[in-house]
């Protein structure tokens, strides 16, 4: 496959996302639709000044909008569903600049550039797989392999079997796809941790760069759903305000220093749990918005709007993002989307 | 049926569960072994966080006897023992542990990982000779004189990570679906996994603690 021009190469990557959810809505996101809007303030550590220039970290605090979402691009809530969540940040930042972070529930990305992107997300399509019958079911026993996952009785046409087949092709969706069989449904969108996925170019005061992950730790902890538990389809919406509410969330954010030999450009490669981790500072939910329409949903955020010193890698996946959240952001008339903000 | 028929009915259908899956593991080794680098999940390239060492070694004696010489064999060299430790240096805990018939060594330290363990031939030495003796399948010794022998056991004895994500352990395995059984088969040939790890920030050790504060102890 050859990708055309920028603004084609978006063009696909937003068709490719929105065709794998076929009551897609016009005028939303094509993927993470169901969110909620927040606000807090970033306040960074002593130790990220050392590291990095960027303004976030400069200090003393900034306010800082936030988006929860379900990963889904169906415009209908399904919060009890197994399924990526993400934290979208948005640090406004004391010279009337703003510098994003987005952030999902998946350590690692199942393609390492575009191309593998759109036949990842074609492999991706609803389809009704049956479950395997008698037969398949004895010989998957024989063979060792682990009991077939059963459909979501709401959601019964879906992807997961094409995207298998996928991964069985390509090696590079393999660690992204064992990624998401192990997700968990968090019992707030303030206990799960968030991951960056790519890594980020960062430059301390000395002049040195380094590359980085970054994540969105809970200071609460991760806790999971209990999977037997029945709850109400929109709970994480609903517990979120009430838990704020009570108190403010917190998350830490870490980030992890690539080492020797991590590859620093392909966001579907795991890295070593050795690396030298820094804590850059933390995040405190204050409250949820009461404007949603502007708060939230016309609020729009780029993986690539970056401040100065904390800036992108050659991550092809990373620069394609970027520019398809800016045609998604046009499409919908958001806000606050550029890539790279006036700073590119 | 009473409580006891329900019982022996469980421990009947596990019996036979077993006695097939045995079947089948020995069936799925023959005709799909896997290969484990399981070198690659002890080392690490980085130095910035605290590392493990789990040695696990089989008893010879696995009785109650056996396993008070083992007992009274670390009780013997106890001051060689904390001696050594505190000159390796980078030490910040070692636990010295009888776990069912397996003597374990289990320590946080500093480093390199093959530098650690020849450190630790070096300082008490005739500690290991004394305990390798107590041990099933014990390397040549005197350590001292067959370190390179001594390394390679040490490391066919550590209780190795596995990591989260089975695609890192198993980069050639083509199929997803397999990587349960690829577990399976690892985990019939290597008794000793560690299936968790979390390694901290480096705290303090000894070796720097004399360095800036000049206080030798």
């Known amino acids: 496959m050859t990708l055309g021009t920028d603004g084609d190469l978006s063009k696909r990557l937003f068709d490719a996302l929105v065709a794998d959810y076929p009551d897609h809505k016009v005028g939303t996101r094509p993927v993470h639709t169901v969110g909620i809007g927040a606000r807090g303030r970033f306040t960074p550590s002593n130790a990220a000044r050392m590291y990095c220039v960027a303004e976030q970290f400069a200090g003393p605090s900034v306010p800082v909008s936030i988006r929860f979402s379900n990963g889904s691009g169906s415009p209908v809530e399904h919060d009890d569903a197994l399924d990526v969540r993400g934290l979208a940040a948005k640090f406004h930042l004391a010279s009337g600049n703003e510098a994003d972070l987005i952030m999902i529930t998946l ?20 389809k009704f797989d049956p479950l395997p019958g008698f037969w398949q079911r004895l010989m998957d026993k024989l063979r060792l392999r682990p009991d077939p996952t059963r459909p979501d009785p709401k959601n019964p046409m879906d992807g997961s079997a094409g995207v298998l087949r996928y991964a069985n092709r390509h090696a590079s969706a393999r660690p992204g796809t064992v990624s998401a069989l192990l ?31 970054l994540s969105w730790e809970p200071v609460a902890g991760v806790r999971p759903l209990d999977p037997t538990a029945t709850v109400p389809e929109d709970y994480l919406h609903q517990e979120l305000p009430e838990r704020l509410n009570r108190e403010p969330a917190r998350f830490v954010l870490r980030m992890d220093v690539a080492g020797q030999g991590d590859e620093v450009n392909d966001p579907t490669q795991i890295w070593d749990t050795t690396r030298l981790r820094v804590v850059l500072g933390e995040l405190v939910v204050t409250e949820v918005v009461a ?54 | ?24 593991i020995w069936y799925w080794k023959r005709k799909a072994p896997v290969t484990t680098p399981k070198w690659d999940w002890k080392t690490s390239l980085a130095d910035n966080v605290q590392q493990q060492m789990n040695l696990v070694m089989p008893l ?33 805990s070692a636990r010295f542990d009888l776990i069912g018939e397996y ?28 305990m390798i003796r107590v041990v099933a399948d014990p390397p040549p010794w005197p350590c001292e004189l067959h370190s390179a022998e001594f390394v390679k056991w040490v490391s066919d004895h550590e209780g ?26 690892l985990l019939a040939d290597n008794p000793y996994v560690q299936i968790g790890r979390f390694s901290g920030y480096p705290a303090l050790s000894t070796a720097q603690i004399r360095l800036a504060s000049g206080i030798e102890w």
């Open chain 1, 291 to 344: 404007d949603q329409t502007h708060g939230c949903e016309k609020l729009s955020f780029n993986p690539t709007r970056v401040a100065p010193g904390l800036e992108c890698s050659d991550d092809p996946i990373l620069i394609a993002r970027g520019k398809a959240y800016e045609y998604s952001c046009t499409l919908r008339g958001g806000s606050g989307c550029p890539a790279g903000g006036e700073w590119r």
């Open chain 1, 107 to 126: 350590p690692v990305f199942f393609a390492k550039d575009p191309d593998e992107f759109l036949g990842f997300a074609e492999a991706g399509r609803p």
């Open chain 2, 103 to 130: 003597l374990c060594i289990l320590t946080v330290y500093d480093g390199d990982h093959e530098v650690y363990i020849r450190d630790f031939i070096s300082v008490f030495g005739s500690v290991f000779d004394a």
């Open chain 1, 183 to 213: 997700l968990v449904t968090p019992t707030s969108y303030a206990r799960a941790t968030y991951h960056a996925l790519h890594s980020f170019k960062m430059t301390s005061p000395e002049g040195i760069v380094r590359f980085v992950r």
């Open chain 2, 1 to 24: 049926m009473s409580r006891r028929g329900r019982v022996a009915v469980r421990w009947l259908k596990l019996q036979a569960t077993m006695m097939v899956e045995r079947f089948l």
């Open chain 2, 60 to 92: 010879a004696d696995t009785t109650a006897v056996g396993k008070a010489k083992a007992v009274q064999m670390v009780a013997a060299n106890i001051d060689e023992l904390f001696t050594g430790l505190n000159n390796i240096g980078t030490v910040h």
């Open chain 2, 160 to 185: 190795f990570q596995i990591p989260y994500n089975l695609t890192q352990m198993f980069p050639e395995e083509k199929n997803l679906e397999n990587l349960s059984r690829d577990l399976i088969l």
